[in-house]
């Protein structure tokens, strides 16, 4: 039998807008959870099954020594929003200027066991940028210090071609399987 959810907690946040959202449980855990904004979330339980997905690949592909991302993915806190999010970087060029970057993002992981992701009309979890922000979970678990945020760029090289890889073989998946 499918365990639909387990609790459901209704949060009003935002001193502004007052949005409702609604804080419903990962049926993989009892300590896993995502927030939803809007109807647009894919359902928890096709981001459950894509989190037992992902750890399944993860583990057979790249390992998980004691056991850490499984215990981290059962602590997960997933917030789903409708709003953009917009990721700055400051950095000073050559003649020693500051130059600020602003650019729109489509997830982010905000610590090991924190993922924010923007929703999109597909709610389906392969259309979102899911399994990307989870290779950062289990990045950051594992070595690499904030999951290794510039990916393939920058020392020590954490996130290689074999992890764009395994991102489209999970997505492939989870295409196949209509989560
Ligand atoms: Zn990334």
């Known amino acids: 039998m499918i365990r639909i959810v387990i609790l459901t907690l209704f949060l009003f ?19 896993s959870w995502q927030i939803v904004d809007s109807p647009e ?11 037992t997905i992902f750890y399944r690949q993860w583990e ?4 998980d020594k004691e056991g850490r991302i499984k215990k981290n993915l059962d602590q997960l806190m997933i917030e789903w929003s409708s709003e953009e999010k917009a990721h700055e970087t400051v950095v000073r060029n050559k003649k020693g200027q500051i130059v600020i970057t602003r650019k729109i993002v489509k997830g982010a992981t905000l610590c090991p066991t924190y993922v924010w992701l923007k929703t999109n009309q597909y709610k389906r979890v392969f259309a979102s940028s899911l399994v990307h922000e989870l290779v950062h979970v289990a990045l950051w678990t594992q070595v690499c210090r904030g999951g290794d945020p510039d990916h393939e760029q920058g020392y020590p090289p954490c996130w290689t071609t074999q992890h764009n890889k395994f991102i489209r073989h999970v997505n492939k998946i989870l295409l196949q399987l209509d989560i």
């Not at 935002?14 to 009892?30: D, E, F, I, R, T």
């Not at 979330?41 to 989190?51: D, E, K, L, Y």
């Not at 057979?60 to 390992?63: A, L, S, V, Y």
């Open 13 to 31: 946040l935002g001193s502004c807008s007052a949005v409702q959202k609604q804080m419903v449980n990962l049926s993989h855990s009892p300590y």
């Open 41 to 51: 979330a894919p359902t928890p339980i096709r981001v459950s099954q894509a989190i």
């Open 60 to 63: 057979k592909t790249f390992g």
